[in-house]
């Protein structure tokens, strides 16, 4: 049997610390582990709890003890990572304006723009939003021969033509270049739509090319002020919900793509999210503090997230998981003076340490994952007393 010397009174300094998958568990675990082992080791050492081998099981009888009996059994595990976050949408884009004028009208702050559709108002004209990678950058119109005015723009234009129903198919091909005939009967069906001269001819200053739809975010415009051409006039984001949360560097390795999480908004209320990008540069917050890296979720179910923008949540994130493993509460753990750990089992009124070797975390129940010689489910172990 095991002396009560065999056990530390404090959890060693080079203890191992669980790893899952290769992944780093943070430092936070290594510290709660090791906090844990402490009252644990110090309770039972003080108390005699263990006994030798045939002699009665004291921490199960004495009612002075300290400590109680638990079953060891195994049940699925995850280790998650807890973080603050800010709930807004993706990205940030600034819509420069091009046309000549006076501002006539705006968006309001939160409104969503499509194809199609009006972003604002110059010299009581609408500039239209038009889906395209390539910003406007020249008017376009009609040449002496189809092949005079072509580009990624034109093809911009001709795609949204047919896609809006104001041109088919046979009339301006899929993947299409050519300012062709085509191609100015359907920009004039367009301008009548909009109540404006039917020429042909798209001015630069009448369309914003964007690649999506997007959400009003800020409006930096006056109505009634000169709109000077180059200047931006409002500031933009996609439709999309997103979450980022501002990661401390040193906990990198603790999260990948793909990772599950569980976002806790403003109202308590949770919803599932999936990271879907990690930052590889850090930067240091303009307030001081540690470098940190963006990390960005996509919540799973973004109409749950409501419609707040820029609000505080809460993220839980699933780094690793197992199944069907035996578990204990980590306060279970004692710290062998050799290095290592051990539990300690309860068979027919005896005690015994059983080493073991330790894998996954779950700071959320204080569980940890454990193998070890001859240990099964149904087994008895010592745990400190609630």
Do not use: C
């Not at 104001?166 to 993947?175: R, V």
């Not at 930067?283 to 960005?296: F, H, Q, R, Y």
């Not at 973004?302 to 699933?318: K, M, R, S």
């Amino acid at each position: 049997m095991t002396d009560q010397t065999d056990v530390a009174t404090a959890a060693p300094t080079d203890a191992p610390v669980a790893r899952s998958a290769g992944r780093h568990r943070g430092r936070r675990v290594l510290i709660a582990v090791g906090l844990a082992v402490v009252v644990a080791v110090a309770v039972l050492a003080a108390t005699g709890t263990f006994a030798a081998v045939g002699k009665p099981n004291s921490a199960a009888t004495d009612n002075n003890s300290p400590s109680s009996l638990t079953t060891l059994h195994r049940q699925d595990l995850s280790a998650q990572t807890d973080v603050s976050a800010t709930l807004s949408y993706a990205g940030n884009t600034s819509i420069v304006n091009q046309a000549q004028g006076t501002i006539t009208a705006l968006p309001s702050i939160g409104q969503v723009i499509g194809q199609d559709q009006v972003l604002y108002e110059v010299n009581g004209e609408p500039v239209v939003l038009i889906y395209g990678s390539t910003p406007a950058y020249r008017t376009l119109s009609e040449g002496a021969y189809a092949s005079d005015v072509t580009g990624p723009d034109v093809a911009e234009l001709n795609a949204d033509l047919v896609t809006l129903g104001y041109a088919t198919t046979s009339e301006i091909p899929a993947n299409s270049d050519e300012f062709t005939w085509e191609t100015k009967d359907a920009l004039e069906k367009l301008q009548a739509h909009f109540g404006v001269a039917q020429t042909g001819t798209l001015t630069l200053g009448q369309a914003v090319f964007l690649p999506a739809a997007v959400r009003i975010a800020a409006v930096s415009a006056t109505l009634g002020a000169a709109a000077p051409p180059g200047q931006a006039v409002l500031t933009a984001t996609s439709d999309s919900r997103q979450v980022t949360i501002a990661l401390d560097a040193s906990q990198e390795s603790e999260v990948a793509v793909g990772d599950k999480v569980t976002i806790t908004l403003p109202n308590n209320e949770a919803t599932p999210g999936v990271v879907t990008s990690v930052g590889n540069v850090a930067s240091t917050p303009s307030g001081g503090g540690n470098p940190t890296i963006t990390v960005e979720v996509t919540p799973s179910d973004p109409a749950a997230t409501g419609t707040l923008d820029q609000a505080p949540v809460e993220v839980a994130i699933t780094t690793g998981s197992v199944t069907n493993t035996l578990v204990v509460p980590v306060d279970a753990l004692l710290a062998l003076s050799s290095g290592g750990y051990a539990v300690e089992v309860v068979t027919a009124g005896v005690h015994h340490l059983v080493p073991v070797s330790l894998g996954l975390f779950d700071d959320a129940d204080g569980l940890v994952q454990i193998t070890g010689s001859g240990l099964s489910a149904g087994q008895r172990i010592v745990v400190p007393a609630p």
